[in-house]
């Protein structure tokens, strides 16, 4: 019987990034990383290929990871968890809203007014509630929970400096919570993977989007867009929660030096460095905006005010939602806002 996931890779790895150790010896394990964005985002230069390196060094190359974006080994962004899960891939990185209501306790990052607007804070704060939300990624082995600075509204020809410049706009969400965001400022969601963002944005599909800045870039999003806006002090209109899981089967096979290597760089012994860098690419994206001649809106206190209040009607909306999910889901908004808070400091 032929080995279709062994065959698809191998005619693969010639043609995708291979970050190998140079050690001179061959990889005992070879592991395969799957995600939607291209090889030049920031997510694969600034994440992935320093991970795997590290991996790698302190594996003495007994694991390899190849790196395969832009989904090359086929699939659609929304199958991506199914993937991980199903031993399609070895490691993917996804987003909790590409599947909605399928990770219920980790949405809780996304609200509005629980992320603050640093990736390393929210992302350190997931790490202190994983006992509170890991049951939404118990058949997979999460090797990092972490979040991006924030949502930013980029609009192609209408500036938004208060909120009912927003009504009636079509506005491209990254997931539930962001749908429920956009509902309450009067606009109207459009649910689409971030792939597809620049052909519905030049072709007038959505007049907006909910995105950071650091995937603007590789987008070429401020090539088709005139303003990105930003609340009061640089606040965020919440965050998008990814998910950076390895399949369990895969890991368990590993010798116990090997599983130990890759727990030395999960979790909380990574989330500190990963939220920095997440909050250190959104410069590159603030300048490209800049340089492609885009304005650069911050709201005023009064418009903040506005925008406050129907975060938190999002804020009580998901909350009644996830207790009939039979989740403690007031306790969990004030954990989380707690920690975001205590690491935020």
Known sequence: MIDRKGFLVAALSALVLGTGAQTGRAAEVTLTLHHFLGP????QTAFFEPWAKKVEAASKGRIKIEIFPSMSMGG????LYTQARDGVADIVWTLVGYTPGAFPRAEVF????VHRGSARATTLAIQDLMDRIGADFADTRPILIHCHAGQVIFSVNKPIRALPDLAGLKIRVPSRTGAMLIEAWGAQPVSMPVP???QALSKGTVDATLIPFEVATPLKIPELVKYATVGAGGARFGTSVFIFTMNKKRYESLPPDLKAVIDQHSGKNIAAEIGRV???????????MEKAGGQLITLDAQA???FDEKAE?????????AKAKGIDAEALVKAAREAVARHSL
């Open 196 to 198: 597809e963002l620049p």
């Open 40 to 43: 030049k985002a920031p997510a």
């Open 76 to 79: 659609k962004p929304a199958e």
């Open 110 to 113: 996304e609200l509005p007014g």
């Open 313 to 321: 009607a999002v804020v009580q909306r998901w909350i009644a939602e």
């Open 304 to 306: 903040q005010k506005a």
């Open 278 to 288: 997440w909050d250190e690419v959104e410069q590159p994206g603030i300048a490209a």
